[in-house]
């Protein structure tokens, strides 16, 4: 970079940083936004009375038959009552014939980026929040956790989500991210992000260089009434530098201290050591295989892991030039979304600078993959669903769904991925829970599907509805599977 270009992007960043821009919105305000009507609406309605349906029991992983499951949001955003087929008087509710279905808790997405316009680098089309939003919703997902943006933003939109200013899941989300000097996202945000915005990025995380400032991040986001902090452990390129165990264990005390709860990115079994009294760890172990040793202290610790493993397989699809598009990825985006991405067209994530070599190694680590996913279940880690959406081939919505695919091919049992997909995501951020379950009292967050999930898992796609607080959403049924 020429010591121009270089003056430039300090007085650019100074001013933009002054003005409370973020990162964020800078590149959302770059390319053209995409331009598709939403999938999702809303309209008044009376309550809801789902008969003689299956219940999944997402406490027990087991499915019941025959009840029936009563709410109305006009009274309040909670179900009023779950109970055997035909105790229910209909009151005045809409009657849906639940036979030959199962209600489920709407999904929870353990890991997104809410605000993240990333589509790929190589094509000029990026979603807004508003877009990955709307997409979430109609894939079923009625709540994010955001692990990783500016709160003051997230704040912003979580406060429109519930007045309903804005329709979408519930959004969940903590602070910006604690990394050090040049570890990762730095380096991978400064190639992907054009000039000068790369250099922005370091503007819109805690970058800390020891103990102290380490104490000051946590502090910092705990002023913000953040539930959790995301800290980073990883070499991403290999051989840049990654925190250090003093540093980690000063960021995991202080958060500990302060009430919230710890989220740390790792890469390899070194960093999951390093992170193994963190609450979540929210990647598995992507590079090299992961010790049993260790994953038995991940389990005794009850660390719990978001595996997000279709976003390392589409990177490694995308280099290798075969990546190609679910059912639901089609339904849901634009050819100028996924076009870019298909086939020998991925292929251009190569040319990317430290994401391209990232995707290219991943080819030497995913053999490794499913052992880890299966010892992991096998010694008893609980796995949250999650897909750190958006990423390049890693599309709002749809990727979910790919995660659930990949989670089942590695032979998870159905209904432990739908346990970590729904109750055991609500646990994570609060006990007793309020969401994530189909009971009397709980936030009527309900998907309804044709089949029962457990015994065929392709019924986990078939979402005929998707009720928030209580209210059936439409969702354009020409951009649904
Ligand atoms: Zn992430």
Redesign the pocket.
């Known amino acids: 970079m020429s010591a121009k270009k270089r003056i430039i992007g300090a007085v650019l960043t100074v001013g933009l940083v002054a003005a409370g821009v973020t990162v964020f919105q800078v590149r959302a305000a770059l390319g053209p936004a995409l331009d598709v009507p939403a999938i999702c609406s809303v309209k008044p309605q009376a309550g809801w009375l789902i008969q003689n349906v299956s219940v999944f029991d997402s406490r027990s992983g087991r499915v019941y038959e025959h009840l029936d499951v009563y709410f109305d949001a006009q009274v309040g955003p909670e179900i009023i009552s779950v109970g055997p087929t035909g105790s229910l008087p209909p009151n005045g509710a809409t009657v849906v014939d639940g036979r030959g279905r199962t209600v489920l808790p709407g999904f929870v997405n353990a890991?997104v980026?809410a605000l993240l316009p990333v589509g790929a680098p190589w094509s000029p089309v990026f979603p807004s929040a508003a877009y990955n939003l709307d997409a979430w919703l109609a894939a079923g997902i009625t709540t994010v956790f955001d692990?990783?943006g500016p709160s003051a933003n997230l704040g912003a939109l979580a406060v429109q989500l519930e007045s309903g200013a804005l329709l979408g899941p519930h959004l969940l989300h903590g602070d910006t991210l604690i990394t050090v000097p040049d570890s990762h996202p730095l380096p991978a945000g400064r190639a992907v992000l054009p000039w000068p915005l790369g250099m922005l990025a370091a503007n819109s995380m805690y970058v800390v260089d020891d103990k102290a400032s380490a104490r000051d991040a946590v502090a910092r986001i705990a002023a913000t009434g953040a539930p959790w902090t995301k800290s980073i452990v990883d070499e991403l390129p290999t051989g840049s530098p990654s925190m250090s165990r003093a540093i980690l264990g000063e960021v995991l005390t202080r958060t500990r201290e302060a009430g919230m709860r710890s989220v740390v990115?790792v890469g390899d079994e070194e960093d999951a050591k390093l992170a193994v009294e963190a609450d979540l760890q929210?990647h598995m172990v992507y590079r090299g295989a992961l010790r049993e040793s260790t994953i038995h202290a991940i389990a005794a610790l009850d660390t719990r892991v978001v595996p997000t493993v279709y976003a390392f397989q589409s990177s490694e699809n995308l280099a290798a030039g075969t990546w190609s598009s679910s059912e639901w990825d089609r339904a849901l985006h634009p050819r100028s979304l996924l076009a870019p991405l298909e086939g020998e067209a991925g292929a251009a994530i190569r040319d990317v600078p430290v994401i391209g070599a990232f995707a290219q190694e991943l080819q030497n680590h995913s053999m490794h993959w499913d052992r880890t996913l299966q010892s992991m279940n096998e010694l008893g880690v609980t796995l949250l669903v999650g897909t750190?959406a958006p990423l390049p081939g890693v599309l709002p919505g749809s990727a979910y769904h790919n995660e659930i695919d990949r989670m089942a091919s590695a032979y998870i049992p159905m209904a432990t991925i739908l346990q970590g997909a729904t109750f055991e995501a609500a646990k994570f951020v609060e006990e007793p829970i309020t969401f994530g379950a189909v009971e009397s009292g709980l936030r009527a967050d309900l998907l309804l599907v044709r089949g029962n999930p457990i015994v065929e898992p392709q019924a986990v796609h078939r979402i005929e509805a998707v009720f928030l607080s209580g209210r059936r959403i439409e969702r354009d049924p020409s951009r649904l599977p």
Do not use: I, M, S, T
């Open positions: 890991h980026h692990l990783g990115h929210a750190d």
